[in-house]
């Protein structure tokens, strides 16, 4: 999930907030007590100012952290005084790194304070490291991109200066903890060396992932789970899906895997989970699910389901049609855009059991795991090359004209596009993003 996914501020003098959580999914974690002790560690030491999370795509950093926020808040935050968690966007070519900073930086200026900050970069850098400074506090920054630089920051690219800035501002000196989740290892200085914890997170055991396999629903003696969690090398979302698979397609059975080549790759990032991905868009050929997993895999971030019905429903809506240039309608997914609320519901919550599509807690809005996303994009540019690459600018723009035709307050509006998931399981169960957690509502 791109942006704030868990937000909390004790109030020292006053009680007039009511915290809600979602249950915790430490139960469901399987492999990964002593990272989560590692952790509990990290914060209670006051020498270490930065905890630096390593590891391959798909490996369990979001799983681990959503877990470890979990017991956090059921212990009252364990003396934190202010908790800020962000999830920056897969980074791409075409990513402007300045911006990706900057909106992050902005953001947490408006959320430590309602005051007025300087507009000049620089300036709103030295406020938010003093800010953070201040009290005891936890900020997680996952999927963190990965800059190549030193802590010191010296001779730095101008688009990653901010970030380099920020961390060495809390690699000095912070009374809290910084988190930081990323897939490179950060390289740093001598100096600040001391107050940074390097950990790299491994991939489950044998036994860890055949009690992941088993879990997911998998019937099989033993020997043949411990057999296929070897094969994916403890592979954590690799193994989440093929049991998954396996689950739905099979009952559980261990069948249909002729066709998934087994052999051990832990060197190239997402080749275990691409392999899990064939077998699925083969067994969702022709079906609408794979559509929606098509539509979601093009959007550069999470979309809510208005959004969706927005979208699909443009292309034949003759009133929203004519704002469209011709090259601009994508007529492949036009079968989505035929299913009723109740048919796409359906469609939705079976995606949402496989575990190929996550969601807000809060919002709803609509995700996928970046490995995921990364081979159904592939897919869909080889199978619909007519679809535009700039999907999102025409997500964007039918979203503009229809609140200009019909506002969100329309009743017409509510009732085309809200739509009910009454029988999904908890989102703590079924994202692997890390979702808002946290939900602060004052006292009427």
Known sequence: MIGVFITFWRQQKSKNQTVYCHDSVKASLIGRQNDLKLLNQAWDDDAKNLFVLTALGGTGKTSLLQAWLSDMEKRDWRGADRVLGWSFPDVSEETDMQTLAYEFIEHALRWFSNDRFPKNPLEQLALLGKLIQRHRTLLVLDNFPNLNYRLEGDQQPQNTQALVNLLNCLAAYNPGLCVIATREPLAACDVLQPAILQYVLGDLSVQEGADLLAQQGVQALPEVLQKLAYSFCGHALSLSLLGSYLAHAHHGKVRGLESILLWRDSEREGLQTRRIMAVFEHWLWKTPELLLLYLISLLDRPVTQQELFILLNSQRQPWLKRWLKAEETLDALVPLSRLSIREFSKVQRRLYHMHLLTASPMTGA???????????????????????????????????????????????????????????????????????????????
């Open 366 to 444: 609509l995700d996928t795991h970046p490995l995921i996303r990364t081979h159904f994009r592939e897919r869909v540019k080889v199978r619909f090359p007519e679809i535009p690459a700039k999907l999102q600018g025409l997500l964007e723009h039918c979203v503009q004209k229809i609140s200009v035709v019909l506002p969100p307050s329309s009743t017409a509006f509510k009732k085309k596009k809200k739509i009910a998931l009454p029988d999904l399981p908890s989102p703590q169960q079924t994202t692997r993003s890390l979702g808002v957690i946290l939900v602060q509502k004052k006292k009427k």
